[in-house]
Antibody, heavy 119, light 107 residues
Framework: EVQLVESGGGLVKPGGSLRLSCAASGFTFSSYSMNWVRQAPGKGLEWVSSISSSSSYIYYADSVKGRFTISRDNAKNSLYLQMNSLRAEDTAVYYC????????????WGQGTLVTVSS | AIRMTQSPSSFSASTGDRVTITCRASQGISSYLAWYQQKPGKAPKLLIYAASTLQSGVPSRFSGSGSGTDFTLTISCLQSEDFATYYCQQYYSYLQTFGQGTKVEIK
């Protein structure tokens, strides 16, 4: 069974940093591109970042480019999101999400971890 | 970035109704479009990809159509478990984008 379990969320002050992790199991992690998608309270879905299976290709939404860094460790079946210079508008549930076939649609999602940026 | 616009933003319907949700892309995206269903407090669920291909395990009352810039999601006979919010997503661009969502409520 495919499982994606996020951790690392919490309350952080504006300008602070946080690192999210996603532990993957039930599939060959190293064969899949992965994504982070977020959802602000009461709002819609926003794609944040993608990383290819071998980390060769990395993409970011304009809203986080230069502040967030996506990475992965295939030996540990783990995905990460380093978030720096956090702003109030980064407050959201962050989902770890598996790309179904390397081209985009997400077929599995984690349960999400809440990041709150507030003083 | 490619902008995805869904319509309507919300509407009320009854069990048994046929409902259609529209998604329009700001530029052509071929058939690189997916539809997701999300219920409160839950992660989204993939319903359709490649504009019209049903994800494994998704009931056949869901269907998708369209290509280029205009797409539709149709639920042929609305069931109680279908009351949720639906999102379209383009993955034509590496900078993926979602529509703003369509909430289907009980009439």
């Amino acid at each position: 069974e495919v499982q994606l379990v996020e951790s690392g969320g919490g309350l952080v002050k504006p300008g602070g940093s946080l690192r999210l992790s996603c532990a993957a199991s039930g599939f060959t992690f190293s064969s899949y591109s992965m994504n982070w998608v977020r959802q602000a309270p009461g709002k819609g879905l926003e794609w944040v970042s993608s990383i290819s299976s071998s980390s060769s290709y990395i993409y970011y939404a304009d809203s986080v480019k230069g502040r967030f860094t996506i990475s992965r460790d295939n030996a540990k079946n783990s995905l990460y999101l380093q978030m720096n210079s956090l702003r109030a508008e980064d407050t959201a549930v962050y989902y770890c999400a598996r790309d179904s076939d390397g081209s985009g649609p997400v077929d599995y999602w984690g349960q999400g971890t809440l990041v709150t940026v507030s003083s | 970035a490619i902008r995805m616009t869904q319509s309507p933003s919300s509407f009320s319907a009854s069990t048994g109704d046929r409902v259609t949700i529209t998604c329009r892309a700001s530029q052509g995206i071929s058939s690189y479009l997916a539809w997701y269903q999300q219920k409160p407090g839950k992660a989204p669920k993939l319903l359709i990809y490649a504009a019209s291909t049903l994800q494994s395990g998704v009931p056949s009352r869901f269907s998708g159509s369209g290509s280029g810039t205009d797409f539709t999601l149709t639920i042929s006979c609305l069931q109680s478990e279908d009351f949720a919010t639906y999102y379209c997503q383009q993955y034509y661009s590496y900078l993926q984008t979602f529509g703003q969502g369509t909430k289907v409520e009980i009439k």
